[in-house]
């Protein structure tokens, strides 16, 4: 599976950006999908993940109420939609991708990086205040 991040920019504080993943491969339907982001000089964190279907979603409380994933399992794409951005959204955005099928018991074991294995290259996301 290769991952493609897009989406990324800058924005003033309280904007929206909109960040999409396209996947390559046929097995897109079958993965658990997710977003992490890194700031400067800070650990790479979990922010957001979907189940196979959608149906059900994972979020961190940093970005709880204000962030929404979802995907396209039709086009193969994962999208994070970010609402009311604050400066310390600032960040590199990456999306995830596990090996295969997968069930997360909550978001304590879908924020854990080794259950991903695949990642994309990440887009940068910038908000001003």
């Known amino acids: 599976v290769q991952l493609q991040a897009s989406g990324g920019g800058l924005v003033q504080s309280g904007g929206s950006l909109r960040l999409s993943c396209a996947a390559s491969?046929?097995?897109?339907?079958?993965?658990?999908m997710g977003w992490f982001r890194q700031a400067p000089g800070a650990e790479r964190e979990f922010v957001a993940a979907?189940?196979?279907?959608?149906?059900?979603?994972y979020y961190s409380d940093s970005v709880k109420g204000r962030f929404t994933i979802s995907r396209d399992n039709a086009k193969n794409t994962v999208y994070l939609q970010m609402n009311s951005l604050k400066p310390e959204d600032t960040a590199v955005y990456y999306c995830?991708?596990?090996?295969?099928?997968?069930?997360?018991?909550?978001?304590?074991?879908?924020?854990?990086?080794?259950?991903?294995?695949?990642w994309g290259q990440g887009t940068q996301v910038t908000v001003s205040s």
């Open positions: 491969g046929r097995t897109f339907s079958t993965i658990v």
């Open positions: 995830a991708a596990t090996r295969g099928y997968m069930v997360f018991g909550g978001v304590s074991v879908a924020r854990k990086e080794p259950m991903y294995d695949y």
């Open positions: 979907i189940s196979q279907s959608g149906v059900t979603t």
